[in-house]
Every structure is written in structure tokens, then in C-alpha cells.
């Protein structure tokens, strides 16, 4: 990927740029974030990496290549496989799970298509009702996905939007069955490995955990307090591969995997996904759905994996995630515009990420 140092030579105004920066220091002197890194490109050249603040709790800085787990962005991108197999036509999205995944047929959910994992309208829960407990008892993955095979459902599918990671488990599942490998070494294949991203990956790379951003954990959480063993920085959790939380990766790297997405599956000369397929999970796909009501469709503008639109200043064609550890991208077709904001502090980033995100999308000339 291109690196330039001057904002002006992509078409950013460089004292808006730095007053992004500036909003990101302010928050780290401030304690309320202990790091950050920022990548921003435009038209697939990017202005460097900013680092801020720290990396561990013990004060190493945070350095362009940091790894951070990124949380919920892991979503759309795991999303991306599924799309992979819609392509090879081994799958396609109207298609039921049990067909894929028969015992998931309990308790009337035999109508939940992989659309409706796709835009969070399957009716499945975020989470299995026993998270907690599973997650301190290091329970393995198989055991989340045949958890949510028992449950029922919270509404019937296609009827409401609801945010779901199970979702996402089960979409893992029916890679993991057609392909017959899991699904990290799925990952790998089709996206990070042939786009040479050596740093990205589903579940921890051992050799790689010293550059492994710490995450300042808050006192309660739902990802496990600082006292337990089952929290975003143990060895369980980053070992564990969650489909809809578990990648790690950099800034740069991250920006790269955004490229994909906004430039038609195509990056620098190497293609991972048609043009097709990323046109389907950049468009909103719930304002299509005849049984979704039209506040939901308003509210909650969903295309596969992706949330679409959102933002103060980007374009209603942009699409983005967030993450519950301090993270959060976006990318705006309008503006050719990638913003890729990586902290380590998850208390103090809710604040700070719409408005570094404003600051950059009006940072453009």
C-alpha cells in the first residue's frame, strides 16, 4: 500500500488532519485512553500510521506495528467467507441453516436463513444465556455453537433487527462444516495470506503476542473483570477465535482488509472477493425485507456484516463497525475515505471514536 506524508496529497487538509490527532492526544493525556493508533487513506494511498499512548498497562508505547484485538469488527470480515462460498456457489443467502447445520433446527428456527444471520435478524440472542459461565470455565468454541442450537428464538426471523454475535458463531459453523478446516486457517486462505497480511489472524499468532496491544480493562465487564481468567488479554480468550470477536490485527493491516470493501474486492492488483459480493455486503440489505417495520429499517440499516450509513458527516453509502474493546472503522464510497481507529481502552474510546470520525470526514478538500 502507498504511504504518503503529506495529507494535501490525497486530499485531506493537513490542520484538519492534525486536529484529529489532536482530539486523540488530548484524550490520552487526559487517562482516558491508554493508546491508540490511527490509519487513514483515501483512492488506496494512506498518510502513516499515528501512534499515541501506551501499549501495556507497564507503559510501552504503542508502535505501528501493534497488534490490537479489534472485537466486533471480526464480524463483517468472518462475514466475508460466507460470501467466498456464495461465490463458488456452495451457499446461498436465502438458504436455510439447517440445511448446513441440521441439529440447529430446535425450538422452531427452522425458518432462519443465512440473510438473517447476516443483517442481525435471525431472532437469536447477542449471546448464549450461560456466556459467562462458559467463558470461566474456558468451555471451547463447538460448545457456544451447540448451546445456540438449543435455543429458541427472541422474535420470528426477518420481523426486527436485533444485534446478534451468535449469529456470527453459527455463520463460523457453516464454514467450518463445508469447508472441513477451521475457521482460522479459512480465514487465512481466503483473505489475509493472498493480501500478505502477516499480522491478521482469527485467534492469537504465538510468535507474535509481545506486540500484542494490553487492554485496560474496566472493573465489570461482559468480556470477564481484571480478576478473572477468561477476559479480552487472557490466553483463553485470545486463543479462542471467536468468529464475532477474536481477530487481531494492526492499524495497517486493517486498513488494508477496509480497502477490499471499498474498492470492489480488489487491492493493489490482488482480487479476494468479486465485485458482486461486496456490492451485497455494502448495500443495505433490511430496507428489502417485506416483514421489517419501516422504523427498524430506518433505524437500523443493515447490509451483510456491515452497518450501513451512520456517522455525522459521511456519505448514507459509507458502512462501518465498532468493537468492544475501542475500536472502530469506517469507510465512505462517496469520499473514497478509510478510517481506521484502534485503541486499547475500551472504557474511555466511545467518546472518542465518533469524533476523531468526524474530524477526519471533514478533514477532506
Not at 481507529?341 to 466511545?350: F, K, Q
Request: charged share 20%; glycine share 10%; proline share 5%.
Amino acid at each position: 500500500m502507498k504511504v504518503v506524508q503529506d495529507p494535501a496529497a490525497i486530499g485531506f487538509s493537513a490542520e484538519a488532519m492534525a486536529g484529529a490527532c489532536g482530539i486523540i492526544q488530548d484524550a490520552v493525556e487526559r487517562d482516558d485512553v491508554l493508546g491508540a493508533a490511527l490509519q487513514v487513506s483515501r483512492h488506496g494511498v494512506a498518510l502513516p500510521v499515528a501512534c499515541f499512548g501506551k501499549r501495556t498497562l507497564e507503559g510501552a508505547p504503542i508502535e505501528e506495528d501493534t497488534i490490537f484485538l479489534i472485537a466486533s469488527i471480526s464480524k463483517p470480515i468472518v462475514c466475508a467467507a460466507v460470501l467466498h462460498m456464495v461465490e463458488q456457489g456452495r451457499v446461498c443467502l436465502d438458504d436455510r441453516v439447517v440445511q448446513y447445520v441440521p441439529e440447529f433446527g430446535a425450538k422452531g428456527k427452522e425458518e432462519v436463513t443465512l440473510r438473517h444471520l447476516l443483517t442481525h435478524t435471525s431472532g437469536l440472542p447477542d449471546m448464549i444465556p450461560e456466556n459467562h459461565a462458559y467463558r470461566a470455565a474456558h468451555r471451547p468454541l463447538g460448545d457456544f455453537v451447540a448451546r445456540v442450537c438449543e435455543l429458541a428464538l427472541n422474535f420470528q426471523p426477518g420481523t426486527r433487527v436485533s444485534y446478534q454475535s451468535m449469529g456470527i458463531a453459527m455463520l463460523g459453523a457453516i464454514v467450518e462444516r463445508l469447508a472441513g478446516r477451521a475457521l482460522p486457517e479459512v480465514m487465512d486462505q481466503v483473505l489475509f495470506a493472498p493480501l500478505a497480511l502477516l499480522d491478521t489472524s482469527l485467534g492469537r499468532q504465538e510468535d507474535r503476542r509481545e506486540r500484542e496491544a494490553e487492554i485496560r480493562l474496566p472493573q465489570m465487564s461482559d468480556a470477564g473483570g481484571p480478576d478473572s481468567d477468561w477476559h479480552w488479554n487472557s490466553d483463553y480468550w485470545r486463543n479462542f477465535a471467536a468468529p464475532w470477536g477474536g481477530m487481531l490485527t494492526t492499524a495497517g493491516e486493517l486498513t488494508m482488509l477496509c480497502r477490499v470493501f471499498l474498492e470492489g474486492g480488489e487491492v493493489d492488483g490482488t482480487r479476494v472477493l468479486s465485485r458482486a459480493a461486496v456490492a451485497a455486503m455494502t448495500r443495505d440489505q433490511t430496507a428489502a425485507m417485506a416483514d421489517l417495520p419501516a422504523g427498524e429499517k430506518l433505524r437500523q440499516c443493515w447490509g451483510l456484516g456491515w452497518k450501513i450509513g451512520g456517522g455525522d458527516l459521511v456519505s448514507r453509502r459509507a458502512f462501518g463497525h465498532g468493537g468492544a474493546t475501542g475500536t472502530e472503522v469506517w469507510a465512505d464510497p462517496e469520499s473514497g475515505v478509510t478510517c481506521v481507529l484502534l485503541t486499547n481502552d475500551p472504557g474511555g474510546a466511545g467518546a472518542l471514536r465518533p469524533r476523531v470520525g468526524n474530524a477526519v470526514a471533514a478533514a477532506v478538500l
